[in-house]
């Protein structure tokens, strides 16, 4: 059975950091992209920063360029998100994905979810 599993969320006040991190389990994803996407109450899914599976390649959402960075562990089947800069703006939960079919930007060409990490931030 596939897994991705978030953990790392949390509550912290403006200005402050977090670093989120994805697990997979039951098959290898260390050959296809990885993406986090956030939802905040009452809005649609959004995109918020991608990897190709080497690395070489990161695309961010502009809103969260210059504070957060994607990266990740292929030894590990693991991806992170550290977000720094944190705002109140910036709370969701927040979702990682993998292999996406189309644009790695469109949360409809991704078939593995996992259950997301709730990020609170504070003003």
């Known amino acids: 059975q596939v897994q991705l599993v978030e953990s790392g969320g949390g509550l912290v006040q403006a200005g402050g950091s977090l670093r989120l991190s994805c697990v997979a389990s039951?098959?290898?994803?260390?050959?296809?992209?990885m993406a986090w996407f956030r939802q905040a109450a009452g809005n649609e899914r959004e995109f918020v920063a991608v990897m190709s599976w080497s690395g070489s390649t990161t695309y961010y959402a502009d809103s969260v360029k210059g504070r957060f960075t994607i990266s990740r562990d292929n030894a590990k089947n693991t991806v992170y998100l550290q977000m720094n800069s944190l705002k109140p703006e910036d709370t969701a939960l927040y979702y990682c994905?993998?292999?996406?079919?189309?644009?790695?930007?469109?949360?409809?060409?991704?078939?593995?979810w996992g259950q997301g990490t709730q990020v609170t931030v504070s003003s």
């Open positions: 039951g098959r290898t994803f260390s050959n296809v992209p």
């Open positions: 994905a993998a292999d996406p079919e189309g644009t790695w930007s469109d949360a409809s060409g991704y078939d593995y």
